[in-house]
């Protein structure tokens, strides 16, 4: 019942810019949280930011300073990468985590492939 689709991902030189757009559809409130991951190959997922329920945003070490994620809608959320270097390049995921009474859940996008290059 919910669906996430990444977009705005690309080639990117170091130094430069990309900004990734997440739309996500469904039953989604303010009180979820919406993050970016990301996967470099033959890596394992890691957290790179992360808007949670309330509003408050984290980042992670590598990208702090440099990566912003806004959240300008419920079901919007972007990430504004700034100063990119080439180990930024990967798989980058939109997540969603909702909360019921009983239960959390994840949804996942397809990822969106970031290459920057040196």
């Known amino acids: 019942q919910v669906q996430v689709v990444e977009s705005g991902g690309g080639l990117g030189q170091a130094g430069g810019s990309l900004r990734l757009s997440c739309a996500a559809s469904?039953?989604?409130?303010?009180?979820?949280?919406m993050a970016w991951y990301r996967q470099a190959p033959g890596n394992e997922r890691e957290l790179v930011a992360v808007?949670?329920?309330?509003?408050?945003k984290n980042y992670a070490d590598s990208v702090k300073g440099r990566f912003t994620i806004s959240r300008e809608s419920v079901k919007n959320v972007y990430l504004q990468m700034n100063s990119l270097k080439p180990e930024d390049t990967g798989v980058y995921y939109c997540?969603?985590?909702?909360?019921?009474?009983?239960?959390?859940?994840?949804?996942w996008g397809q990822g969106t492939q970031v290459t920057v290059s040196s």
């Open positions: 997540n969603v985590r909702t909360r019921t009474l009983a239960y959390t859940r994840e949804y």
């Open positions: 469904g039953s989604i409130f303010s009180t979820d949280s």
């Open positions: 808007v949670t329920g309330g509003g408050s």
